[in-house]
């Protein structure tokens, strides 16, 4: 005689259950934490266009908040798998200046010979640079996986230590300017493909608006496809028995991320057109979901947060991973000092000084737990968009940056509260 066991949405027999509807007030409580960030980035955004008179939303002013937080949002990429593995990179800041730097010398500071004249050019050193990153990084995951150091101490001697290389090899002073090639990274905008398109409206200075075409016809695609992936995973958890969110509060949800992103397009479409830099964000971006949302590789890294021992156990290598996490943030932070480099035009001394806090800040701010195994990549972009907008807005407004900093840090310490209040109610 067999038993059968049923399956997670199916019933004993192993038929599909019927698809179980959750009521507003629950998908509320079972998400508040994704409303929320969306709901909180909303208003912080509309509180600062108020208060900076209108400034905030000028397209000029947001292609700006584009290109200060672009290599914020991806160092964020890589500290939330850090972060979700358990461990922490205190040296991600130094690592991007230090990179910065080497950028700097191999294409301006450093005269090679005609035989390695080769190296000098933008793209085999950014190539070289990005290898750097990733051994940087995969030195220090050795260090913290197999040698069982901790990443707090290991990182924070690696921030001392790529501070004082950038410093020696820079001699102190400022390295540039870049080849117009490089620049391209961070100060470039996409060639408008279709052509221009003159709307029959009026822009401030009294000239007609004058789209960017081939921007706008990237934010409706971009529309169309999350749209179409959202109804398509709606469909699936119905159709194998799941929990899903009301219809009304699933529409309404995605109409004001439609009319966020059409609206931010727009912007851009009448300034100069979709930032490079935009575009490696958002393939990054793309490929981080896909990693942890699809691939076995992203579902070891929360078993490798979320408890340590049983994903041991289970098979899990976990000193591997955690060597592949590191090294794939040293690579990101490397990206990161190249963007930060190009859009300066320069290498200096100081430069990534500080920018772990923002990075780190960002991704609890979206929702990762200090504890490991929890967090996502549209939480920490859009906690990166909230840094970013709060820097914007109150350096438009004229704070003074001592009260920039107390405000950030209560912001810090609000979401990681708010974090926490849930976990505890929800126990």
């Not at 500071?109 to 070289?128: D, T």
């Not at 009294?206 to 179409?228: D, E, N, R, Y």
């Not at 709606?234 to 194998?240: F, H, I, T």
């Not at 990206?335 to 200096?348: D, K, P, Q, V, W």
Request: charged share 10%; proline share 4%; hydrophobic share 55%.
């Amino acid at each position: 005689m067999t038993t059968e066991t049923a399956q997670p949405g199916t019933n004993p027999g192993g038929v599909p259950a019927p698809a179980q509807h959750l009521s507003v007030v629950a998908a509320l409580k079972a998400n508040m934490r994704d409303y929320g960030l969306m709901l909180a980035l909303i208003l912080i955004m509309l509180f600062f266009q108020y208060f900076t008179n209108g400034v905030l939303f000028k397209p000029v002013n947001l292609t700006n908040i584009v290109l200060q937080n672009s290599y914020i949002i991806v160092m964020a990429l890589g500290m939330l798998l850090v972060i979700v593995a358990g461990h922490i990179d205190l040296s991600v800041g130094s690592v991007s200046g230090f990179v910065g730097a080497l950028a700097a010398m191999l294409m301006v500071g450093w005269k090679f010979p005609p035989e390695l004249a080769f190296l000098a050019h933008p793209i085999v050193a950014g190539a070289i640079c990005l290898v750097v990153g990733a051994v940087i990084g995969a030195a220090q995951g050795y260090l913290i996986a197999y040698h069982r150091i901790p990443s707090f101490i290991v990182t924070l001697a690696g921030m001392l230590i790529f501070k004082g290389l950038s410093l020696a090899i820079l001699a102190g002073k400022s390295v540039g300017p870049f080849p117009a090639e490089f620049q391209l990274l961070s100060a470039g905008f996409i060639p408008d493909f279709i052509g221009p398109t003159t709307l029959g409206i009026l822009a401030e200075n009294g000239q007609p608006v004058v789209l960017h075409t081939t921007t706008m016809v990237l934010a409706i695609a971009v529309v169309v496809a999350a749209v179409f992936f959202a109804i398509r995973g709606r469909a699936r958890r119905q159709a194998r028995g799941y929990e899903t969110e009301p219809f009304g509060l699933f529409v309404a949800k995605n109409v004001v991320i439609a009319v966020m992103v059409l609206f931010f397009g727009y912007m851009l479409a009448s300034y100069r057109g979709l930032p490079n830099v935009l575009v490696v964000m958002a393939v990054l971006i793309a490929l981080f979901v896909f990693v942890t949302k699809r691939m076995t590789f992203g579902r070891r890294i929360y078993a490798l947060g979320g408890n340590l021992k049983a994903a041991a156990l289970s098979g899990i290598k976990t000193e591997r991973m955690t060597f592949y996490v590191f090294a794939i943030m040293g690579a990101l932070a490397a990206l990161a000092g190249m963007i930060y480099a190009a859009r300066l035009n320069s290498a200096t001394p100081k430069a990534g000084q500080g920018l772990e806090l923002d990075v780190i800040a960002a991704v609890f701010i979206g929702g990762a737990s200090a504890l490991g195994g929890v967090g996502q990549v549209a939480g920490a972009v859009i906690g990166a968009f909230i840094m970013g907008v709060m820097n914007n807005g109150m350096s438009i407004m004229g704070v003074n940056i001592d009260w920039q900093q107390m405000i950030k840090g209560v912001v810090l310490l609000a979401a990681v509260f708010f974090d926490l209040y849930n976990k505890n109610r929800s126990a």
